[in-house]
């Protein structure tokens, strides 16, 4: 059983930096790929980024490339997302979420999500 632990939220004026953190627990950690994705109130949800369990390849959204960068500690069983240039319509709570993946513009999120860690960007 793989269990995730989102943290690093919170209220940031635009233009401003977050780093997001996905604590995870379980013998199969670093057997998957891990990544976050994000919901807005009254909006579907959307896949940000996406990392392999080795940390070789990552995908990003268009929305966010550039900007996010995602990485993994595997000593640490920790996945990052951090988060600069940010804009107002970054905000939502975002939920980190395993295994992952990315064909074209889908993405694939698993039965392990984390509870979430709400972001607003806002002056």
């Known amino acids: 059983q793989l269990q995730l632990v989102e943290s690093g939220g919170g209220l940031v004026q635009p233009g401003g930096s977050l780093r997001l953190s996905c604590a995870a627990s379980g013998f199969t950690w670093n057997y998957y790929a891990i990544g976050w994705f994000r919901q807005a109130p009254g909006k579907e949800r959307e896949g940000v980024s996406c990392i392999t369990s080795s940390g070789g390849s990552t995908n990003y959204a268009d929305s966010v490339k550039g900007r996010f960068t995602i990485s993994r500690d595997n000593a640490k069983n920790t996945v990052y997302l951090q988060m600069n240039s940010l804009k107002p319509e970054d905000t939502a709570v975002y939920y980190c979420?395993?295994?992952?993946?990315?064909?074209?513009?889908?993405?694939?999120?698993?039965?392990?999500w984390g509870k979430g860690t709400p972001v607003t960007v806002s002056s």
């Open positions: 979420a395993a295994p992952c993946s990315r064909d074209g513009s889908s993405w694939f999120f698993g039965d392990y």
